[in-house]
């Protein structure tokens, strides 16, 4: 495995967990042309396969070996309904696949000096802070893109659902209560890693999207790729999103993630991946020409944070700078998986020391689909054959994470009690509420209902449905329409609600509003 060469590259904790944790890692003696040419053919099958039984409406799939793009070709269509094909160049929304290609944006500014790994965000970006001090004045561009800055995973992303823009969340964060003692927990953290790479951009003085055209997307060739949502819209290439209703695939909702482009916001086509896959496996050597120098790009490799054992393979897994390193039955990998719940499923999949990288983009949630196929050709391209059929493995693990507590949220309301406590007048719930974090909140008569205004100016409007007493329901998620979430007010002295506590707004305890008018 060329263990000094390890020692070098990741330094004396990744290698202890080489040796602990995968004291029979696979060689790349164990590869030949010969047997990826096998196992490329059968993927191939898979791939066919699974979009044939509805698995997905439409994937592609990009394969490295070596330096050279060995496979590349699309599956299914873009659209489940609609005859138009996907294909190599077909563009998709790649979700959080956008956080290692964002580390690699910032390992270039880090290659060429602008700016390092350890530089302190106080000094990038002064305006932004953490709710305490100290970790605001010591946080660090590799402390947010390891997710350890003590953010909760889900801050900012509950403000983002309301309308906000970026600057505006990235402002607010400092009302959120830490989850973890800083640099002491993991927490996967959006907008964590979206303040990281922005203020990296900083010395530049270039937003952060022009920033990842000019260092990545334009040396690689990688013309149909961008950080911006007009960047996918453009393309008539493109894939929607879908997700299932009544069992069936459908296009239902569309997915502006331009707040958090760093961390989610890149479209990209298999194409363009592969370039980007073959620039990280030849260590920042692309076509010949040193793009990013060895030293800033490891760093993105080093195993900072322990995430625990792979729900399927079982293998160690660890966070290092917007990537997941694992130590599996095939070795060391770096790999990231990206999700949009209302249609997008994407992954790579690196093993460095073979040089052999696949990437997978699909258009459907949730679904195990990329993973499964990636495991199925690891184990055809180093064992020849398929341990276990990984997509169903997969299936069963997304059912399991959100399954429950989709069934919870809808159980929990699935009926008033009997007999239910009448609401009060209208009048007692109207008016206008507020707080730090989400701002303004106007609820207000429509006719013998109540609406809920939330956001910038309003922008997100939600009907209130009385349950129980001072208990009301909306329905806040379009993918899940039918799933319902609470309204709840506290009745003052004088008859009127005090303050309102919106549920789904309410994930790091920030969800309660004090009335400030009527």
Request: charged share 20%; proline share 6%.
């Amino acid at each position: 495995m060329g263990l000094g060469r390890n020692f070098r590259r990741w330094g004396m904790r990744a290698f202890i967990a080489v040796m602990v944790l995968s004291p029979q890692a696979a060689s790349a003696d164990s590869l030949t042309p010969e047997r990826i040419t096998a196992a490329l053919s059968k993927l191939e099958l898979l791939a066919e396969g699974v979009v044939a039984d509805g698995g997905v409406p439409g994937l592609a799939i990009g394969v490295v070996y070596e330096d050279k793009v060995v496979f590349l070709k699309g599956f299914g269509h873009r659209e489940a309904g609609k005859p138009e094909a996907v294909d190599a160049d077909t563009v998709f929304q790649i979700a959080s696949l956008s956080k290692p290609v964002s580390a690699t944006i910032v390992a270039a500014l880090v290659s060429e000096g602008i700016v390092s790994w350890d530089a302190k965000i106080v000094d990038l970006d002064p305006a932004f802070r953490l709710s305490e001090p100290y970790p605001t004045s010591e946080l660090t561009v590799r402390d947010l893109f390891s997710h350890r800055s003590g953010l909760p995973g889900t801050a900012g992303d509950d403000l983002e659902s309301i309308g906000y823009d970026r600057a505006e969340i990235l402002h607010r964060l400092r009302f959120v209560p830490p989850l973890s003692s800083f640099r002491a927990g993991y927490s996967y953290s959006n907008f964590g890693l979206t303040e990281g790479a922005t203020a990296a951009a900083k010395p530049t003085g270039k937003p952060w999207e022009e920033i990842a055209e000019e260092k990545l997307y334009r040396p690689l060739g990688m013309t149909s790729t961008g950080s911006r949502y007009s960047d996918f819209i453009k393309h008539a290439n493109r894939a929607a999103l879908h997700v299932k209703v009544d069992g069936v695939w459908a296009a239902k909702v569309k997915r502006n993630p331009d707040a958090q482009a760093p961390a989610g916001g890149v479209s990209s086509t298999a194409r363009d991946l592969s370039q980007w896959v073959r620039l990280v496996l030849g260590n920042g050597v692309f076509a010949g020409e040193t793009l990013i120098k060895a030293d800033a790009l490891d760093q993105t490799h080093v195993p900072l944070m322990a995430r625990g054992k792979n729900p399927v393979s079982g293998g160690e897994s660890f966070y290092g700078l917007g990537w997941n390193i694992e130590f599996g039955r095939h070795g060391l990998s770096w790999g990231h998986a990206g999700a949009f719940s209302v249609g997008a499923r994407t992954l790579v999949t690196l093993f460095p020391e073979e040089k052999l990288g696949i990437v997978i983009v699909a258009n459907a949630f949730s679904t195990g689909v990329p993973e499964g196929l990636s495991e199925s050709f690891a184990d055809l391209a180093f064992d020849g054959t398929v341990e276990k059929d990984g997509i169903k493995a997969w299936d069963d693990t997304y059912a399991g994470l959100f399954g429950p507590a989709i069934a919870a949220a809808k159980a929990t309301y699935a009926a008033p009690p009997s007999p239910a406590r009448p609401a009060g007048l209208n009048s007692a719930y109207a008016g206008r509420y507020s707080n730090d974090f989400i701002g303004d909140a106007v609820v207000s008569s429509a006719g013998d209902a109540l609406v809920l205004k939330v956001g910038p100016a309003g922008a997100r409007s939600y009907s209130l449905k009385h349950f129980d007493g001072d208990l009301f329901l909306t329905f806040p998620d379009a993918e899940t329409p039918d799933v319902p979430s609470g309204v709840s007010f506290v009745i003052g002295p004088d008859g009127k609600a005090s303050a309102m506590t919106i549920e789904f707004l309410d994930g790091n305890h920030l969800g309660t509003l004090a009335r400030v008018g009527d």
